[in-house]
């Protein structure tokens, strides 16, 4: 995709984020809960969001990883219900693996849900059928089909198509108002994706992730900078004091370092989409290590208005946890970093 | 144990428990262990069975109704009040209006109010923050003007907690509009069902309802509300927050809060199936909890046997206000760590908590804390004093 169409894009998308729902819009109706908007998916697919990352030769647009990361971040900053993020990762990864299903993820007839199973998950697969239940699943409220990363040494990755028998879908909420659902299976019919490929799967979901967590710091970063210099305490506005601008300052360096991972993240999985990104438990521990505690500062810097449901930062603040702990949290990335071969590969 | 294994000491621990095993029911349990957010009935109903035996206020001196303890047994009764999972008094009643009506109030006024606060009759809120006067109380424009032998205030006030669960109110208004900001402010009790207040709900981000916004409009006190002198308010203010700030190291509550990580620890299991508190790091990062507890807790003790020998605690207390909210944020970030995705699902219905039993009250406490170094004076005005008042910066 040239970089003339991507501005267009991009462009197009911030109009549309506004115009459905702006995150200060919909934080007033999170009572009732933070639901996907009815039709978004239809909108989204008009949009040509849904075949951005999918490859020309398949209808796509053929945008890089690189490129895809600018609409994530933009939907980030909304903190938008739907699950784009997990689309756009895993879209052109399944066209691989299902040429035949790439014009179906274009259009939103398919859209891709992905269990974060623990590992001793109770699961079963036999004969062809799944036993079991997945509680958080990303992206389920509206999935026509889910992938299951089964807890076993080989890496099977399951889809369950879940229109199918044997699918019970229970409400649920996320930390922050998002709605979703909890499957439980009954010998529901199950289709193995190739073997191996869970991990990877889990990898690009968490990279969806970490691009989210770019666009959520980024607003919050931006919504609090705004407040502080607006906010007059002491004669003066709050900007003025030394004591937060030295913890505005600290906040951008954590911001531009995520900025930078996802970045890179991005160019590791252009260049080499088949393989685990070198870069992932780096970036994603970054997100659950420094992103999570720069937005608690935020919070602290702006005061009591910053512990109200009605203004976005808290929400952010709940977003970014969530971020932050599926598909691998801080603790569980950190462990999966070899010093050496980190430092020394090149 | 060793600060307080003395006979008299353990004596007075088990006179406590025989209490506690007495009147704490399951019922009062459940709802601390549950709630964030208690409601009205269920703290009055304790705090009543409190005052009935005379240990209504343990930090008020006696002639004021306090049992007369030292700060040994005041600490042991904290403690053990918190580990039998009791509710936690009307804060604002006994922590910050009943003292400052002790050390300011007429003894009509202390005859009045005292006796509601000790036996959980009447619960009290404070109006000191307004919209723009967080950090910068000195700022605030709510007046008081007297009209013969009543004030009338207009104003607006904000972060009430307890406001909707009040009958009275402590508030700050300007009297005298000109000179200092500091000069012309006075102290007043307000009661919460005048004409002219309307209160209105603020939600916090742990999806609870604890503080209030408050509109004042040609609100008619008698003259005999003003506490103390007029004029004096600010001097009262700084003198009821320096209280406040040693209780806000919340010290009891928090040894409280480690002993239960550390059982969260041994209920919750890593992939491979392995209790957490096997784990060295778990257990390092309990470690370290639990040093910075007694550090804490050393702390709070000093300043509280300066209490109970009647001096007030002054900024000193910030130290501990600063150093206890901060191990306050801690300890629940490190549930939220080990809780991993069970923290992060929620019961289908608003405010309804989290799914999985082991997440509750860890989640709603995690969110909620994110208040403890804003409150109070945040800790940015906590290290301004320290700087200014006992560093000479």
Known sequence: ?346 | MGLFDTPELRAFRAEVRAFLAEHLDDELVQATRAGLHLPRETVARWQAALGRRGWGAPHWPASAGGPGWDEARRYIFEEETAFADAPLGDVLGLFLAGPMLIAEGSPAQRARYLPGILHGQEFWCQGFSEPNAGSDLASLKTTARLEGDEWVIDGQKTWLSGGHMADQMFLLARTEPLGRPQAGLSMFVVDMRLPGLSLQPILTIDEGHSVNALFIDGVRIPAANLVGQRGQGWTYAKDLLARERVNNAQAARTKRDIVALEQLARRLTDDAGRPLADDPRVRRRLASLTADFIALESAVLGVVAEQMAGREPGPAASTLKIRGSELQQRVTETAMGWLGRAGLLLQPGYGSGPLDEAATGWVERHLFRRVVTIYAGSNEIQKSIIAKSLLGM
């Open chain 1, 1 to 346: 995709m040239d970089a003339e169409s991507l501005d267009l894009l991009l462009g197009t998308a911030d109009r549309w984020f506004a115009a459905h729902g702006s995150l200060a819009s919909r934080l007033a109706r999170f009572r009732q809960g933070h639901r996907e908007e009815d039709g978004a998916w239809a909108a989204m697919a008009d949009l040509g969001w849904l075949a951005l990352t999918l490859p020309e030769t398949q209808e796509g647009f053929g945008a890089s990883m690189a490129q895809a990361l600018g609409l994530l971040r933009a939907a980030g900053r909304d903190a938008r219900p739907e699950p784009l993020g997990l689309h756009l990762l895993l879209a052109p990864w399944w066209a691989r693996q299902r040429p035949q299903h790439a014009g179906a993820l274009a259009s939103a007839q398919m859209r891709l849900a992905l269990a974060d199973l623990p590992v001793r998950a109770g699961l079963r697969l036999a004969q062809g059928h799944v036993q079991g239940r997945a509680d958080l699943v990303m992206g389920g409220l509206y999935a026509s089909h889910v992938l299951l990363p089964m807890p076993d040494a080989e890496g099977t990755l399951l889809c369950v198509d879940l229109s199918g028998p044997g699918v019970q879908a229970l409400p649920v909420r996320l930390l922050d108002g998002r709605h979703g659902v909890r499957l439980v299976f009954e010998a529901a019919p199950a289709e193995e994706v190739g073997v191996g490929a869970a991990p990877l799967v889990r990898d690009l979901a968490a990279a969806a992730l970490v691009a989210d967590a770019v666009g959520v710091l980024e607003a919050g970063f931006e919504l609090t900078l705004a407040y502080l210099k607006q906010r007059q305490q002491f004669g003066r506005p709050l900007s003025d004091q030394q004591a937060l601008q030295h913890r505005m300052a600290e906040v951008f360096c954590d911001l531009q370092q995520l900025i930078a991972l996802a970045g890179r993240l991005a160019a590791e999985l252009d260049a080499q989409p088949d393989a685990l990104p070198a870069t992932l438990p780096a970036a994603k521990s970054f997100v659950g290590r420094r992103a999570l505690r720069a937005m608690g500062q935020l919070i602290q810097v702006s005061g009591g208005i910053g512990m109200t449901e009605e203004y976005r930062l808290g929400h952010l603040y709940k977003r970014l946890q969530i971020s932050a702990t599926l598909f691998g949290d801080a603790e569980h990335q950190l462990q999966r970093i070899d010093v050496r071969r980190t430092l020394l590969a090149a």
